[in-house]
């Protein structure tokens, strides 16, 4: 099942647009596919957030004014690195019977045995660049974790998931258990200070020694 988000065409284009619609409580977007034209969104800020905070795979877009939805998929999401809050949202159309690149969220499930003996189990990489149709999108893909014990590694090229070509490198590394970082203390040998030699010292001896 799409997840559904609905929008309105924008008519304020360029910065300054931007942000008087930022301020009204909305936030700007676009959808485009190849071949048509760029349609510019306007989306309800609260909704629109409250949207892009969930996990979902292909979805519904209903544009005002527009009869039917158009599928399509989050391509790029714009935030304010102070606030955090969302900018401008990209949305990709797709046709059902072509391929698509995405992104896609990686998750765990279940608790290893290695951290249950102590391990430090540590997520590497957290979402995933696959390929597929979009009728095979997934709003997520998870792995489980459940038997890893301390040392044993989940690696790219060990997942697979059906009707999705996973395309990022295969040697990298996705989930490790590590073994539990000890800290060890050492004592510390006690030195022998020696008094240093002064240099002047040094020089009055080596001028006798040429008198004599």
């Not at 527009?66 to 690195?81: T, W, Y």
């Not at 072509?98 to 997520?123: D, N």
């Not at 040998?189 to 030699?197: A, L």
Request: net charge negative; charged share 35%.
């Amino acid at each position: 099942m799409s997840a559904v988000i609905e929008a309105q065409k924008r008519n304020e284009f360029g910065k300054k647009g931007s942000k008087i619609l930022r301020r009204q409580g909305n936030t700007p977007g676009v959808y485009y596919i190849n071949g048509e034209p760029a349609i510019p969104l306007l989306f309800d800020s609260k909704i629109i957030t409250k949207f892009l905070n969930a996990s979902h795979g292909l979805i519904d877009l209903k544009i005002d004014g527009e009869k039917g939805a158009r599928k399509c998929v989050l391509k790029e999401i714009q935030r304010d690195p102070v606030t955090g809050k969302y900018l401008h949202v990209d949305f990709l159309g797709v046709k059902m019977g072509e391929k698509i690149i995405v992104t896609i969220p990686l998750v765990l499930r279940g608790v290893s045995l290695g951290t249950k003996a102590g391990g430090i189990l540590e997520h590497l990489i957290r979402e995933l660049e696959i390929e597929c149709f979009p009728r095979h999108l997934p709003e997520k893909l998870e792995i489980d974790v459940s038997d890893l014990e301390i040392g044993d590694s989940i690696h790219i090229s060990d997942l697979n998931f059906e009707d999705i070509k996973i395309l990022d490198d295969p040697d990298e590394t996705v989930v490790v258990v590590e073994a539990p970082r000890l800290v060890v203390e050492e004592e510390l040998e006690e030195e022998e200070i020696t008094e240093p030699e002064l240099i002047g010292e040094k020089k009055e001896e080596e001028e006798e020694i040429e008198e004599e």
